[in-house]
């Protein structure tokens, strides 16, 4: 069975530069989170997709961040424009179903870093 | 709200050296509580989880066992290997008001042969 796929895996811009990442979850996964994993940091969940519609973005800063999952299968998330702060690995993961209140598995991809100049 | 503190690394044990990893928590309601395992290069891995007090994970000579009276969840090893070396993640899951995994900042363990 494929995992979850990413791309690109490394990314150098400059701030005030826009961004966009990829996710493909694995086949049949209805639930796609996006995280953010800053240096010397847990992950910290910025959204959390049910098919193609929002279970919760609350930490998600909306100002500049914005992520979409057209389908429900792909995703994308964007940074419009970055700052230096935005610098970390982001991560996707995908899940079977959505938690509510019993845990259902997440499966996270390779990630993709992003370094903002 | 719900948090994770784990011990502070980098750790640097020699091959075949016990290893422990500690790991308390603060939640709301009863948390299933997990330890990820992130090999250079890779995605976060489930290595064992536990659903309820008392229960132990185990997988791959790794155990933890939930301890609700001191709110911890310590990950040991009897004998680590080369290949043991990774970030280790110690998270948990409310389903009481967040459902969404918190994960503590990690610990970096490094094996040396």
């Known amino acids: 069975e494929a995992g979850v796929a990413q791309s690109p895996r490394y990314k150098i811009i400059e701030k005030r530069q826009s961004v966009a990442f990829w996710c493909n979850p694995i086949?049949?996964?209805?639930?796609l989170y996006w995280y953010q994993q800053i240096l010397g940091q847990g992950p910290k969940l910025l959204i959390q997709?049910?098919?193609?519609?929002?279970?919760?973005d609350s930490q998600l800063p909306k100002d500049r961040f914005s992520a979409e999952r057209l389908k429900g299968v792909d995703s994308t998330l964007k940074i419009q424009p970055a700052k230096l702060e935005d610098s970390a690995v982001y991560l996707c993961?995908?899940?079977?179903?959505?938690?509510?209140?019993?845990?259902?598995?997440?499966?996270f991809g390779p990630g993709t870093r992003l370094t903002v100049l | 709200g719900n948090s994770v503190t784990q011990m502070e690394g980098p750790v640097t044990l020699s091959e075949e050296a016990f290893l422990t990893i500690n790991c308390t928590y603060t939640?709301?309601?009863?948390?299933?509580l997990f330890w990820y395992v992130q090999y250079p290069g890779e995605g976060l891995q489930l290595l064992l989880k536990?659903?309820?007090?008392?229960d132990k994970g185990s997988n791959k000579g790794f155990e933890a066992t939930y301890r609700k009276e001191t709110t911890s969840f310590h990950l040991e090893k009897g004998s680590v290997q080369v290949s043991d070396s990774a970030v280790y993640f110690c998270?948990?899951?409310?389903?009481?008001?967040?459902?969404?995994?918190?994960f503590g900042k990690g610990t970096k363990l490094s094996v040396i042969p």
């Open positions: 998270a948990l899951y409310s389903g009481a008001g967040s459902y969404q995994l918190t």
């Open positions: 997709f049910q098919n193609n519609g929002v279970v919760d």
């Open positions: 939640a709301t309601g009863y948390p299933s």
């Open positions: 086949s049949g996964h209805a639930t």
């Open positions: 536990a659903t309820k007090a008392d």
């Open positions: 993961a995908s899940g079977p179903t959505s938690g509510g209140t019993s845990y259902n598995e997440q499966f």
